[in-house]
C-alpha cells in the first residue's frame, strides 16, 4: 500500500526556516490535492495547508503568511517552505490528501523550533 514519505525536518532556531519535502513511497499516476498536517505532542493531527491539484493553496490560520505549500507534478513531490519559525511550531509533519479517503500515513518528519 503507497505511503508518503516526508524528510527535511531538523532542529531550527526561533525565525529560522526549513523546506519539508514529500513524496509517494509507490507509483502514483497524478497526486491529488494535498496537504500538510502536523501533530504536537498530546495534541490531535492537524491540517495547516492544503493545495489542489491545479495549484490552489489555502492555511491554516496559525501558518497564514509565513508557510508556503507547493508541488511539482513532474516530481510527484509536495513541499512545505517554512519561515519565521516559532516554538510552537513544533512538531511531527505529515504529507496525506485531505480527501476522505487517505493514504497510509506516513513516519512524518520531526520539526523542533528551539534556541
Known amino acids: 500500500q503507497v505511503h508518503f514519505v516526508e524528510s527535511g525536518g531538523v532542529l531550527v532556531q526561533p525565525g529560522g526556516s526549513l523546506r519539508l519535502s514529500c513524496a509517494p513511497s509507490?507509483?502514483?499516476?497524478?497526486?491529488?490535492?494535498m496537504g500538510w498536517y502536523r501533530q504536537a505532542p498530546g495534541k490531535q493531527r492537524d491540517l495547516v495547508a492544503v493545495i489542489t491539484s491545479g495549484g490552489v493553496t489555502n492555511y491554516a490560520d496559525s501558518v497564514q503568511g509565513r508557510f508556503t505549500i507547493s508541488r511539482d507534478n513532474a516530481k510527484n513531490t509536495v513541499y512545505l517552505q517554512m519561515n519565521s519559525l516559532k516554538p510552537e511550531d513544533t512538531a511531527i509533519y505529515y504529507c496525506?490528501?485531505?480527501?476522505?479517503?487517505?493514504?497510509?500515513w506516513g513516519q512524518g518528519t520531526q520539526v523542533t523550533v528551539s534556541s
Open positions: 509507490g507509483n502514483i499516476f497524478r497526486l491529488p490535492a
Open positions: 496525506n490528501t485531505p480527501a476522505a479517503v487517505k493514504y497510509q
